[in-house]
């Protein structure tokens, strides 16, 4: 089992950047897949995929609407994950949450993911 605890999201204006942190307990990070997920804010928004990396780090995906602005790397040595994002846009203002999984071709499904952060609030002004 593995706990995660998401931190760095904040509030800023279109075009800027921020860099999500999620930090894993437990000497197992390594063995779990990690993704990004977000969740628009509204009733009815689903949680949605935004990036995802191998154990190892050696391969990520990401959705269409954040290829190119967008980085998800880790750490394994610090238990930690990352996704850089720069060029926000206000659509990018969401919760955003880290999963981990078990399996190391997880893709974007969220029912993949077994464990989950509390998530942490992007906000980003035009």
């Known amino acids: 089992q593995v706990k995660l605890v998401e931190s760095g999201g904040g509030l800023v204006q279109a075009g800027g950047s921020l860099t999500l942190s999620c930090a894993a307990s437990?000497?197992?990070?390594?063995?779990?897949?990690m993704g990004w997920f977000r969740q628009h804010p509204g009733p009815g928004e689903e949680r949605e995929f935004v990036?995802?990396?191998?154990?190892?780090?050696?391969?990520?995906h990401y959705t269409d609407s954040v290829k190119g602005r967008f980085t998800i790397s880790r750490d394994n040595a610090k238990n930690t994950v990352f996704l850089q994002m720069n060029s926000l846009k206000p659509e990018d203002t969401a919760v955003y949450y880290c999963a981990a999984a078990v399996s190391d071709y997880s893709g974007s499904a969220s029912d993949n993911y077994a464990y989950w952060g509390q998530g942490t609030q992007v906000t980003v002004s035009s």
């Open positions: 437990g000497r197992t990070f390594s063995s779990y897949a």
């Open positions: 990036a995802g990396i191998r154990r190892s780090g050696d391969r990520t």
